[in-house]
């Protein structure tokens, strides 16, 4: 339960709806184009970055870490180290702590921003010293194929920390050394991807994990979010819409350092409390456990399913296609990869689903119609949208047993004689949460007729040269 000395010291994050907007909306230089170390967005497998190994009971040079080309699959660098501290659990005797301070005010506690390597290595000094600290992560996914973490935050009981991920990235393995030190418990909130990211970006790992998210679990609280724990431990509310700004903003608006700070401030206080109920109720040892199994998971990079268009979530929407659609589907599906890949950009920054969809299904006659499906139009449906439109010329015109479809899209095909493949104008219905240039979730509209589109050449795609280069002219 809340502690009554924090009732008197709610914290209410609130921001204005024009502010959220701006926040994700912000034109913002791709900080990937400055990395030292461009992402590798192919399909070869990751490999673990590490480039040392600080509490190693087995050295980095007798690792073996070459991935399996079929799988993607490889030996984690602390599988040694996360199996002798497994054993270390089985001996875990909980005892509660001495006392569990209320966490000071944020206005009343030391905030220091971490943006050059003498505050990194001063951070790091001052947090090998204690005996718990919080962590979580803020991500940016949208303008790059693979994902970019933006910050870490971290908490000791009277200091926070925020480090500025973007600048230090080539620096931030230094982590490993506090991270994987056995006798440190790092506390986070569903670790799961955060885990994944450390590894993915900077090569770091975590040894001696608690999870209050798995801890949630363990207890069956009415809800697991962080939100939740905040509210019913703390009595801290935090703003759910700041889940939405584009962490890559820099400077940081201060509305966003205190959403960022907020979510390891107080976590050390509820990590305790959630101990103690582990504890009553025999539970902490598993806790433990299902906390160092997450640090066993190992990061593999995403690749291509061939079969993914069939059952990509909101792609199908309950209509039935018929196979010169589903081909369609498929063909565009496999493009969007290649061009995200290529563009470094995320698959719905490319084309969202609804619109991949839409243009699978109506499968227009000329690019303008292509760019009636689309609303706003995607910047890189405009750059490719030759390679598009052939794609939809082979569905519509080839011959039916030319088109190749998986087995599988059988059931999906329609019972119908071929549906109808241009309209002069198309409902496209409102998308829960769709990328900031589309605007379709606001409400349900009507596109406007397919021969006003405006701002487009008349000459026929085939005329045109693909963007993507000869390899890409025809996909197949």
Known sequence: MM???????????????????????????RPQILFTVAPDNSNAPFLPILKTKPNAIVRLEDCDLTADPETGDYTHPYLKELEEFGKCLELYVHVPAASNPVPLPLEETPLIFVDSTVTLESMLMELSSEQEIAVDLEHHSYRTFLGITCLIQLSSRTKDYIVDAIALRDHLGNFNKLFTDPKIVKVLHGSDMDLMWLQRDFGVYIVNLFDTGQAARALQLPRFSLSYLLQHFAGV????????????????????????RTDTHYLLYIAEQLRNHLADRGLLSSVLERSRELCLRIYKKPTFDPLGYLSMPNMLGG??????????????????????????????????????????????????????????????????????????????????????????????????????????????????RCPPHDFSNKTSFRLRNISQAQGVSKEPSWNKSSSLGKSFSRVS
């Open 237 to 260: 509310y935090t703003n759910k819409a700041y889940q939405l700004a584009d962490w890559r903003i820099r400077p940081l608006p201060e509305e966003l350092v205190t959403y960022a």
């Open 3 to 29: 502690d009554s000395s924090l009732q008197k010291n709610r914290e209410f994050n609130t921001l204005s709806p024009n502010s959220v907007k701006l926040l994700a909306s912000k034109n913002i230089s």
């Open 319 to 432: 209509v039935s296609l018929n196979k010169r659609q589903l081909y369609a589907l498929k063909h565009l599906c496999i493009l969007r990869d290649s061009i995200a890949r290529r563009e470094d950009e995320s698959l719905n920054y490319v084309l969202p689903n609804h619109m991949l969809r839409l243009i699978a299904e109506e499968l227009p006659r000329e690019t303008t119609g292509i760019f009636a499906c689309c609303s706003p139009i995607p910047p890189l449906v405009r750059k490719y949208v030759f390679d598009i439109h052939k794609i939809v010329l082979d569905a519509r015109n080839n011959k039916l047993n030319e088109l190749v479809i998986d087995d599988s899209a059988a059931q999906f095909k329609s019972d119908r004689a071929e549906q109808r493949t241009e309209r002069s104008s198309v409902l496209v219905p409102g998308m829960l």
